[in-house]
């Protein structure tokens, strides 16, 4: 499976984006998805997942009630819906792909390349 992020970019603090995730290949279906950030200086962090069939969300504490993740298995495809950004939001945005919706980094048998989202105060 090979993935590619897109959406990012700046915005201020108090508004949206919606990080798209694009997967090649006709397994897309048979993997959970996640999202996870990176900001300069910082470990990789978890911020959402979600199963195979949608069925099952998870989300960071940080983040909930503000990021929405869904996918259409039809468009081979997870977005992140991010509302209400706050500065400390600032990162790199990565999909992965795996067996099961972890919030470990090392559950994830494949990444997309990351997209930039910077929130201004």
């Known amino acids: 499976v090979q993935l590619q992020a897109s959406g990012g970019g700046l915005v201020q603090a108090g508004g949206s984006l919606r990080l798209s995730c694009a997967a090649s290949?006709?397994?897309?279906?048979?993997?959970?998805m996640g999202w996870f950030r990176q900001a300069p200086g910082k470990e990789r962090e978890f911020v959402a997942a979600i199963s195979w069939s949608g069925g099952s969300t998870s989300y960071a504490d940080s983040v909930k009630g503000r990021f929405t993740i869904s996918r259409e298995n039809a468009k081979n495809t997870v977005y992140l819906q991010v509302n209400s950004l706050k500065p400390e939001d600032t990162a790199v945005y990565y999909c992965?792909?795996?067996?099961?919706?972890?919030?470990?980094?090392?559950?994830?048998?494949?990444w997309g390349q990351g997209t930039l989202v910077t929130v201004s105060s």
């Open positions: 290949g006709r397994t897309f279906s048979r993997y959970a």
């Open positions: 992965a792909a795996g067996a099961t919706g972890t919030t470990w980094p090392r559950g994830y048998d494949y």
